[in-house]
C-alpha cells in the first residue's frame, strides 16, 4: 500500500512523535522513509544576524535528522535525507511539491504544540498540508506536555 513515505518535521516534540508512526509504517510496508525538513527564516537583527542564526540553525536541524537517518537505517529502515528550499507560498507548499515529486504515498506530520491562540493567528502547516497534499496525510496530535501555553 505505502511505498513512500514522507516525515516532515519542524523539530518539534510533536513532530518527534510522528516519527516514531512514520517508522512503523515505513517498516510494516518495507517502505521508503524520507525525512525533511523545511527551514523558515527567521528574522533577528541585521542581516548579518539573520543569515548566521539561520544558517547554524538549519546546520544543526541538518546534523540532527542525518543522525535519525542512520538511526532509522540501523533499525532496518530504507532512509533518507533531504532539506527542503522555502517557498514563496509556504512550508506547507514546500511539502505538498515534495511529495508531489517523489510520489510519495503517505506525509505524517505533528500537529502544532503550540497554544490555541498561536494556531488561531500563526495558522497551522498541516491544516494546509491537508488541504494541498498529492496523498493522505497522517497527522500525530500532540500530548500535554507538547503543547505550549
Sequence with gaps: MFKTVLWA???SKAA????????SIAQTYDARL?????PVPVIL????VVV???????????????RKVEDLKGDGVTAEFASLEM???????????FAREVGADLIVVGTSGTSRLVRVL???VTRRLLELAPCPVLAVPPQ????ES
Design 87 to 97: 517557498t514563496t507560498h509556504g512550508t506547507a507548499h514546500a511539502i505538498a511539491g
Design 9 to 11: 518535521t519542524d523539530g
Design 122 to 124: 500563526v495558522g497551522s
Design 45 to 48: 537583527g541585521g542581516p548579518t
Design 144 to 147: 500535554d506536555e507538547d503543547i
Design 34 to 38: 524520507i525525512v525533511t525538513h523545511v
Design 16 to 23: 518527534e512523535r510522528a516519527l516514531a508512526a512514520a517508522e
Design 52 to 66: 548566521n542564526a539561520a544558517q547554524q540553525a538549519a546546520d544543526a536541524i541538518q546534523a540532527n535528522l542525518q
